[in-house]
């Protein structure tokens, strides 16, 4: 697939945005973190601290970087960032609203895939670009689209219980989009995010097949 933007013009945006954003990046980070250590000692609201979070994090990717920065080469971006901000409000929805999401790590299959997918969104993610030869500021990290579409799916599989599957459908969409930086732009650590997209998909599912519906 041809796509409207060379390889330096991508970057670029990354660069305009690590730049302009600073220190947000720590902030993100901090998040991030805050979330993982409530999923895994959990407290009274921290299923609605944790979804607020997440909801937080779809809704700067698509305000700040899709409609604000990755516009600027990319006029599909303007329907990226609306379907990020959608899936911001579904997140709002499920997890605050209607109460349908519940977060607590277990050490089983879900439970360590989901520390793999946390673990390369948060470390392995940016030590593997800048490996790759892409130097800050011109390099993606956490609190941009694909490594926080991985650190989602990765908190997801630590959900205890069945939620509304349309909740996957826009991270999983991206997994499958955005894993054509990794063909066409060389941006080999979003690999990853396809291996998240699909077995983070596929492990919840065949959870919910296996669990009683919730009445």
């Known amino acids: 697939m041809r796509l409207p933007f060379t390889t330096e013009q991508f970057l670029q945006v990354f660069g305009n945005y690590n730049l302009s954003v600073w220190p947000m990046q720590i902030i993100l980070y901090v998040l991030g973190v805050i979330a993982v250590i409530l999923a895994i000692r959990p407290t009274r609201n921290s299923d609605k601290v944790i ?82 030869g892409h130097h800050y500021p011109n390099i993606p990290i956490f609190g941009l689209p694909c490594p926080t579409t991985i650190f989602t799916f990765g908190l997801l599989l630590w959900t205890t219980r069945r939620f509304p599957k349309y909740l996957l459908i826009v991270p999983f969409l991206w997994s499958i989009v955005g894993f054509s930086a990794a063909l066409n732009l060389a941006v080999f650590q979003d690999y990853g995010l396809l291996v998240a997209g699909v077995v983070g998909t596929v492990l919840i599912l065949l959870r919910d097949r296996k669990s009683p519906a919730r009445i």
């Open 51 to 132: 979804t607020v979070i997440l909801s937080f994090f779809w809704l700067w990717m698509g305000i700040v970087y899709h409609l604000i920065f990755f516009t600027e080469i990319n006029n599909a971006a303007y329907i990226f960032g609306i379907v990020y901000i959608i899936q911001s409000f579904l997140f709002l929805l499920t997890g605050v609203f209607n109460s349908n999401l519940t977060f607590n790590l277990k050490f089983d299959t879900r439970g360590i895939t989901g520390i793999i997918f946390i673990f390369y969104a948060l470390i392995i993610y940016p030590i593997w670009g800048a490996l790759a």
